[in-house]
């Protein structure tokens, strides 16, 4: 019972999201944001993701960041962002801000609600910022855990005007050990806002995942996950591979 009240009321608050924001694309290296901030907590994170495109070349990109839990409800991290395209070299692509505020006390309501902003200079100039922003949410059920974030992605200040675009992520994940946790997730993006694309041009991808967390001594620890997605439809990639390691202290 508990299990269709939480998993109702996170279909309710995403569907009442969905009616006012604007549609995000996802990247090789995307991973999915979680609402809940640790205060002092100070982290390096690596991230790395390959995708087969349909046409079979292969695009990848990557990050390392420096975070710190500036207090209870905000954590905030920059990073140094790589990209390469099919064919190409791999090269510096951009810098990025991103900041994730906790805005329920965790595990007090059925939903634990937060709030991401990204911020990304661009090494291109004329592609001027990209903003992202969205909610974030968590529920919980037993040992199961389910995720579902909105995206909402506009570059502003570019030399060509861009739409903004909706983009999803969603996991649910089995906690079996904390070293250990399996799971599925899904990333995608439906186009504009007021004019989504056709089911068959938007991007949707889904598949297997695994997480962990390993402490390394005090107040310090190792947390990984990782995923193998396959498009689900022609627009998008023929399968992606993607990492997440952190190193918490």
């Not at 805005?103 to 007090?108: R, S």
């Not at 502003?156 to 799971?183: C, D, F």
Request: with cysteine; glycine share 12%.
């Amino acid at each position: 019972m508990h299990t269709v009240q939480h998993a109702g009321a996170l279909a309710a608050l995403a569907l009442s999201c969905l009616a006012c924001v604007r549609p995000a694309a996802a990247g090789p290296a995307d991973y999915v944001v979680t609402p809940i901030v640790d205060e002092g907590e100070r982290e390096l994170d690596f991230k790395a993701g390959t995708r087969q495109l349909r046409d079979g070349g292969r695009e990848s990109a990557g990050s390392l960041g420096l975070g710190y839990g500036a207090n209870r409800w905000w954590f905030t991290e920059v990073y140094a962002k790589w990209h390469q395209e099919p064919g190409q070299p791999r090269a510096f692509d951009a810098w990025e801000w991103e900041n994730k505020f906790q805005l329920t006390p965790t595990g007090k309501y059925p939903l634990d609600v937060g709030l991401l902003l990204e911020i990304e200079r661009p090494k291109d100039r004329g592609e001027g910022y990209e903003v992202v922003w969205g909610p974030l949410l968590q529920t919980e059920w037993g040992l199961w855990q389910g995720n579902l974030n909105l995206r909402i992605e506009k570059h502003i200040r570019a030399v060509e005007a861009a739409k903004a675009e909706l983009g999803y992520q969603w996991q649910v994940k089995y906690r079996w050990t904390p070293a250990l946790e399996a799971g599925v997730q899904g990333l995608g993006s439906v186009g504009p806002w007021n004019d989504w694309a056709a089911a068959k041009a938007q991007s949707h991808t889904a598949g297997p995942a695994l997480f962990g967390r390993v402490k390394a001594g005090l107040h310090q620890a190792f947390q990984y996950n990782a995923g193998l997605l396959f498009g689900l439809n022609p627009a998008s990639p023929r399968h992606t591979l993607r990492l997440q390691a952190e190193f918490e202290f």
